[in-house]
């Protein structure tokens, strides 16, 4: 995904509203019985997605390099595939769990580290 044209507000508006009711209907298949693994990738998915609405109002603001930017999307690109390659046999261990925990946290700690250091990219 590229963050170098930014009029993605409506689609966002859409994914946080589709998030919304996949929310909802989590929360019904909790009360019929939803494995750990099911949990741990909706909580995957909802820190990536949370983790890429922070990149782009870094990008809007400015606080965001367009190298950084770039640098941050290989990032989130890199913790996607690694959670494919967990889940595709069907069974995400707690040691897989614990990775891709890891790998979150130091995507996270990236983003906030370039937020706010003094590279900034005029806002156009």
């Known amino acids: 995904m590229s963050h170098t044209s930014r009029p993605l507000a409506p689609s966002r508006l859409l994914a946080a509203s589709l998030l919304a009711l996949a929310s909802l209907g989590a929360t019904a298949a ?3 019985g939803v494995t750990m693994g099911e949990r741990q990738a ?3 998915d909802n820190r990536q997605d949370r983790q ?5 109002q870094g990008v809007a603001s400015g606080e965001l390099t367009r190298r950084e930017t770039a640098r941050l999307d290989a990032q989130q ?3 996607t595939r690694m959670e494919h390659r ?3 046999d069907g069974k995400v261990t707690g040691k897989e769990a614990l990775r891709m ?5 130091k995507a996270s700690r990236r983003i ?3 937020k706010h250091d003094l590279q900034h990219r005029p806002v156009r």
């Not at 890429?52 to 782009?56: C, G, L, N, V, Y």
């Open 77 to 79: 690109a890199h913790i």
């Open 42 to 44: 909706a909580r995957v």
């Open 101 to 105: 925990e890891r790998a979150q946290d």
């Open 30 to 32: 909790h009360a019929q």
């Open 112 to 114: 906030a580290h370039n």
């Open 52 to 56: 890429e609405t922070r990149i782009d």
């Open 86 to 88: 967990m889940e595709a």
